[in-house]
């Protein structure tokens, strides 16, 4: 079936290092969103991508799609306690209302 | 504006007790789902409700049954509860391709 796979499972940092996770999919997908869950929180909407190519900011987080439209990356310039959580993509394909999720990377970061 | 609205968010049962999981949401939105979080699993399906008067099965559907009561409310329904229910409930809510939106999780024990 179809499958998106999140890299790495986890990830710890000191604070200031930059920070990326990846996310490729089986499957060509039409668009792709991404979600922040804090420990012990729930699911937050932070963007969704649609366009082959995509680059878009927000503050020091950059989400990519591929041109294949089969990938797609988070990066945090310079982290900071704040991003701790778990960062999940979530992708659709074709016209399928449903979310393929990933299995999230989670993120730790050291003072 | 609340978004969404979950209760319980804790609850202990017993092996074989029933009872029904409660989700709202004020946003208007068409769709409507239901997700399990166990660790190491992600964020799986469990139902969702593509418009009101439509439900579907997602990925886990056993031992479960929802109710799309109206287009504010969808249910889930655990009829005889089992250990392997032991989880982090969440409903969420879309409107077309758009991000979804999380309620706060129900936190449910099967003892």
Known sequence: GQQVMQIPQYQHVQEGEDFTTYCNSSTTLSNIQWYKQRPGGHPVFLIQLVKSGEVKKQKRLTFQFGEAKKNSSLHITATQTTDVGTYFCAGRAGNNRKLIWGLGTSLAVNP | ?111
């Open chain 2, 1 to 111: 504006n609340a978004g969404v609205t979950q209760t319980p968010k804790f609850q202990v049962l017993k092996t074989g007790q029933s009872m029904t999981l409660q989700c709202a949401q004020d946003m208007n939105h068409n769709s409507m789902y239901w997700y399990r979080q166990d660790p190491g699993m992600g964020l799986r399906l469990i139902y969702y409700s593509a418009s009101e008067g439509t439900t579907d099965k997602g990925e886990v559907p056993n031992g479960y049954n929802v109710s799309r009561l109206n287009k504010r409310e969808f249910s889930l329904r655990l009829e005889s509860a089992a250990p392997s229910q032991t989880s982090v409930y969440f409903c969420a809510s879309s409107e077309g391709g758009d991000g979804y939106t999380f309620g706060s999780g129900t936190r449910l024990t099967v003892v």
